[in-house]
């Protein structure tokens, strides 16, 4: 299984957050993974998951506070509908990466 995507959303504007992790969790093949860190409890979040994707993905804590929120977002039924719903044009910036 290959490793998951760490995207650090703490730097990007929160209205551009959510459509962001939408578009990466959009692309995730069945099995795979991404983590979202974050600096708050990202409980919308969640609630907008299990909306948008029902059924689609199961979530888990890696860190829960107080200052750095991490979860794993993983892949476990195929998009409803086969198809690809949300895209974001904005740059990811992912662990290791020098720009993150």
């Known amino acids: ?21 939408f578009s990466e969790l959009d ?18 979040l969640r609630s907008q998951v299990e909306e ?3 059924g689609e993905f ?7 506070g107080p200052e750095i929120f991490r979860l794993s977002f993983s892949r476990i039924a195929p998009p409803q509908g086969g198809r690809k719903r949300f ?4 740059p990811v910036a992912t662990a290791g990466d020098p720009t993150a």
């Open 27 to 44: 692309k995730l093949e069945v099995g795979e993974s991404v983590i979202i860190k974050n600096d708050h409890n990202p409980i919308p």
């Open 58 to 64: 199961e979530w888990e804590y890696l860190e829960e």
């Open 1 to 21: 299984m290959p490793q998951a995507k760490e995207i650090d959303v703490r730097p990007i504007p929160k209205p551009q957050r959510h459509p962001l992790i």
């Open 87 to 90: 895209e974001s044009t904005l």
């Open 52 to 54: 948008f994707f029902a």
